[in-house]
């Protein structure tokens, strides 16, 4: 029952961190729908702030959809990890993932994302902790916690400890 329950709790983190990766997600921005080359958003929420975690300052962003990148408003470059004052989460700017506890403060100050426990790479992401780990790859998720695994696409769900097997499609 206890492994069942840290399962869960794994499966809900992941569901958390997949949810950040969806570009049209209304609560941070609106997509300009605007015939461009290069569709960006520029609309914001109003009562939403963000801090720089390079910087140390509040900044204005927007999420380029197509490069999957968010970009500070005044000086269009990349913001690599900000801060959500309205959530307290912190956020991995090259697709939106949330990295609560899975950066580190560097010796000269700055932030970066914890090579030990975290690793993102495009649309691929992977942590690993103690003897557990996540991976998210191409619409695919997979989750290992000791004996128990599990496994969702598009397909369907897979559930596999010691004692039981268990398909979902």
């Known amino acids: ?12 983190s992941a569901l958390i961190i997949a949810s950040c990766q969806d570009a049209d997600n209304q609560s941070d921005v609106t ?7 290069e569709s960006v958003d520029t609309t914001h929420k109003p009562n939403t702030q963000y801090v720089d975690l390079k910087t140390g300052q ?10 999957k990148r968010t970009y500070s408003e005044s000086t269009n470059e990349p913001v690599d990890l900000y801060v959500n004052v309205a959530t307290g989460d912190t956020i991995y700017g090259q697709g939106r993932y949330v990295v609560n506890g899975y950066i580190v403060k560097t010796e000269d100050g700055t932030y970066k994302l914890d090579n030990k ?18 991976k998210m790859e191409d619409g695919e ?7 128990v695994k599990a496994k969702a696409d598009e397909d ?14």
Request: no cysteine; net charge positive; hydrophobic share 30%.
């Open 31 to 37: 997509e300009d729908t605007l015939a461009t080359q």
């Open 141 to 147: 998720m997979k989750i290992k916690d000791g004996d």
């Open 1 to 12: 029952m206890k492994k069942l329950k840290q399962l869960l709790a794994i499966t809900g």
């Open 58 to 67: 509040p900044v204005d962003l927007y999420y380029n959809p197509r490069k």
């Open 117 to 134: 426990k975290i690793k993102i790479d495009g649309d691929e992401i992977k942590i690993k902790e103690g003897d557990k780990k996540f």
């Open 156 to 169: 369907g769900t897979k559930l596999k400890t010691e004692d039981m097997k268990m398909k979902k499609e």
